[in-house]
Nanobody, 126 residues
């Protein structure tokens, strides 16, 4: 299983950006994809998650109302549309997937996920 995160870049405060996570390999039964981010000097935090079959979504309070997660099951790709970006959104964004189900109450914990991508850098700066 491989996850490829892409689409990061430099964006001005208040701007928008969409990042993608392409899942390849054994894709028949992965259950959910989560997005995490890690800012310099900070711990990695879960920011959003989507279940593949039912489309249930989860968001951290820090991004709720500004970020939207979606999936394209035909292409095995999950997107994170980020709007009204702030300098504090600057981080490396990682996607991860789980094949063993998901405890909705713990979706933001790294231990819920089995495979990880390499990350894409998002920089919000003027």
């Amino acid at each position: 299983v491989q996850l490829q995160a892409s689409g990061g870049g430099l964006v001005q405060p208040g701007g928008s950006l969409r990042i993608s996570c392409a899942v390849s390999g054994f894709t028949l039964s992965y259950y959910a994809v989560g997005w995490f981010r890690q800012a310099p000097g900070k711990e990695r935090e879960g920011i959003s998650c989507i279940t593949i079959e039912s489309g249930n979504t989860y968001y951290a309070d820090s991004v709720k109302g500004r970020f939207t997660i979606s999936r394209d099951n035909a292409d095995d790709t999950v997107y994170l549309q980020m709007s009204r970006l702030k300098p504090e959104d600057t981080a490396v964004y990682y996607c991860a997937t789980t094949y063993s189900g998901l405890d909705g109450a713990n979706w933001y914990h790294q231990y819920e996920y089995d495979y990880w991508g390499q990350g894409t850098l998002v920089t919000v700066s003027s």
